[in-house]
T-cell receptor, first 114, second 115 residues
Framework: QKEVEQDPGPLSVPEGAIVSLNCTYS??????FMWYRQYSRKGPELLMY????GNKEDGRFTAQVDKSSKYISLFIRDSQPSDSATYLC??????????????FGTGTRLTIIP | EAGVAQSPRYKIIEKRQSVAFWCNPI?????LYWYQQILGQGPKLLIQ????????DSQLPKDRFSAERLKGVDSTLKIQPAKLEDSAVYLC?????????????FGPGTRLTVL
């Protein structure tokens, strides 16, 4: 069993829809939960990160972490064609964000249809 | 601020040949990472450097892969000899390694095809 499971999609939704992306994990030591966006032939870029359980909102993006269920989500409101990309969840342990190894999901390929 | 630079962007070799990738991290970033991203999968850490020392190389196939960061700045990753299953994008990332909030910044990657 992989430490981090993510549905690879592909996922296609019409412009303006709400998108829900999810990951599950098995390692209880994970403390930091991240979402990266990766455009074709580019490196991943950090969208949001959350420490432990809870919600975090940034513009049209909301990240949720439920450590009791080992389940994290990313919601995109009012989706735009420019949101079309692969979304990777990533997790790490430790007490300092970024100094620990990142464990990634497989990524979900998202297409927003104009 | 310039991002993480990688070269070459693309490389095609035959199996059993050797290949090297180069990475120049963001200026001042003490921590450097090499990840392997196979098509349809998430990146997997190969090796992590703190300045010129190795922090984690537990997932580096040491019989064929090697990496160095001699002066604590840029880094090279080498594969010798290459196998078909090494076909992947090799991503370099760097972070400040300060006390907190160490976002990893990724370069564009080197796409390796082994024939």
């Amino acid at each position: 069993q992989k430490e981090v499971e993510q549905d690879p999609g592909p996922l296609s939704v019409p412009e303006g829809a709400i998108v829900s992306l999810n990951c599950t994990y098995s390692n209880s030591a994970f403390q930091y939960f991240m979402w990266y966006r990766q455009y074709s032939r580019k490196g991943p870029e950090l969208l949001m990160y959350t420490y432990s359980s809870g919600n975090k909102e940034d513009g049209r993006f909301t990240a949720q972490v439920d450590k009791s269920s080992k389940y994290i989500s990313l919601f995109i409101r009012d989706s735009q064609p420019s949101d079309s990309a692969t979304y990777l969840c990533a997790m790490s342990g430790g007490t300092n964000f970024g100094n620990e190894k990142l464990t990634f999901g497989t990524g979900t390929r998202l297409t927003i249809i104009p | 601020e310039a991002g993480v630079a990688q070269s070459p962007r693309y490389k095609i070799i035959e199996k059993r040949q050797s290949v090297a990738f180069w990475c120049n991290p963001i200026s001042g970033h003490a921590t450097l990472y090499w990840y392997q991203q196979i098509l349809g999968q998430g990146p997997k850490l190969l090796i992590q450097f703190q300045n010129n020392g190795v922090v984690d190389d537990s997932q580096l196939p040491k019989d064929r892969f090697s990496a160095e960061r001699l002066k604590g700045v840029d880094s090279t990753l080498k594969i010798q000899p290459a196998k078909l299953e090494d076909s992947a994008v090799y991503l370099c990332a760097s972070s400040l390694a300060a006390a907190s909030l160490n976002e990893q910044f990724f370069g564009p990657g080197t796409r390796l095809t082994v024939l």
